[in-house]
């Protein structure tokens, strides 16, 4: 299949990952298992020989992610060369000790990337040494409503041997940022796995990330109602996912899929009836209780995917990007390369490359965020 390879030698692998690549992309995205090891650097420099791309970059991942296949159990590699005519790409591989103290300016400043230099970054990031949601939010004070796609390196062999890579190198820490800009950008797909339970409402106490009351009402009473009102079998489904959506635009007149960003329910308090999630909250925020399961997540998935064509009105993308988490894959779905087939399914024989990772990276509404159990895909598209 062209651009992913399997077998024990790296060389192996990427001979057949290789072979029918047209050189001479502007960017070409490369992941690696890391049972490869020592031996990337040597992974990285082969690729940069055969196929001469203006960029290298990339990660580890414990299941690397090819065209409509997703490879769990056998060291891998993933190359996607991207052309992209026209394009400007500004790279940076940074730690957290050249960005501590940095005000957005100084950010701005390090990596040396104007607003008209960027229409959207790549991020692929360690997640043992560097605080990718500090950056995360960093980034989109520094750079609004620019999209921020991506995900945290991971390792099957062992758990914190992660690298990222940028160009021949493949670097034990830090994060590698990429800004995409001139005629290209990259439209996003950020699929959380997560089914809408009830209606939505609206927050009228909380403190940090305790939710007080809901509509006026204890906030478990609130959630209890929610699920009692599903059919007997949605209860049992709901009764083990339950999660909390909170709007991103509060002032639409309906909710649908992907207008939530999803967080976990962290615990309820019986007596007080408030609940603990996994996110600040404000009083006025719109609220929705959702759950996930392998049946939402294929359902999301399928329906966001669809939406993304229909934006594109029959611009055909250069390629895919799929960071998907390593909570998905057989073990969530019970069938391999579900993530990878439905972008299949949906955009044809479109190269791809991706991997799984420790946390996902993609917007929400027109803010960038860190996910958990999320398809984050980004496809590469002339700039409208």
């Not at 400043?109 to 104007?114: G, N, Q, R, T």
């Not at 409503?145 to 991506?150: A, N, W």
């Not at 009228?204 to 990330?209: C, E, K, V």
């Not at 996910?371 to 496809?379: E, K, M, R, V």
Request: glycine share 12%.
């Amino acid at each position: 299949m062209p651009g992913l390879g399997t077998g024990a030698e790296w060389k192996t692998a990427l001979e057949e990952a290789v072979e029918g690549l047209a050189p001479d992309a502007e960017l070409a995205l490369v992941f690696a298992s890391d049972h490869y090891g020592g031996t990337l650097p040597e992974l990285l420099s082969a690729v940069q020989e055969r196929l001469n791309p203006g960029l290298v970059a990339g990660c580890t991942g414990q299941a690397i992610i090819g065209q409509g296949r997703e490879v769990e159990d056998s060291p891998s590699v993933s190359v996607m060369p991207v052309p992209m005519p026209g394009v400007t790409l500004h790279s940076k591989h940074i730690h957290n000790r050249d960005v501590d103290g940095l005000d957005t300016e100084g950010l701005r400043s390090l990596l040396a990337v104007e607003d008209d230099d960027v229409n959207a970054w790549l991020m692929f990031a360690d997640p043992f040494t560097f605080d990718v949601e500090g950056m995360v939010h960093a980034l989109s004070h520094a750079y609004p409503k620019v999209p921020v796609v991506g995900g945290m390196a991971s390792a099957r062999v062992s758990p914190q041997n992660t690298q990222v890579f940028l160009d021949g190198e493949a670097l034990a820490g830090g994060c590698v940022l990429i800004a995409i800009g001139g005629s290209w950008t990259v439209e996003t797909v950020v699929s959380q796995g997560a089914e809408p339970l009830g209606e939505p409402w609206t927050i009228t106490d909380a403190d940090r990330n305790v939710i007080r009351t809901i509509g006026g009402r204890p906030a478990l009473e609130v959630l209890i109602e929610t699920v009692q009102s599903l059919p007997p079998a949605e209860q049992e489904r709901a009764g083990r996912n339950l999660l909390v959506g909170l709007a991103m635009d509060e002032y639409r007149d309906q909710f649908t899929r992907g207008d939530f960003l999803i967080r976990n329910l962290m615990g309820a308090d019986r007596e007080t009836g408030e609940m603990a999630i996994g996110a600040f909250v404000r009083p006025g925020q719109t609220i929705q209780f959702h759950m996930r399961d392998d049946r939402a997540a294929d359902e999301e998935l399928r329906l966001m995917l669809e939406k993304a064509q229909l934006v594109l009105g029959g611009v055909e993308p250069a390629g895919a990007l799929i960071c998907s988490c390593n909570g998905r894959g057989v073990g969530l779905f019970g069938v391999p390369d579900h993530d990878a087939g439905a972008v299949r399914e949906r955009f044809g024989e479109l190269p791809v490359a991706g991997f799984f990772c420790n946390g996902e990276v993609g917007p929400v509404g027109d803010r960038n965020f860190v996910h958990g159990f999320t398809a984050s895909i980004g496809l590469f598209v002339p700039k409208s």
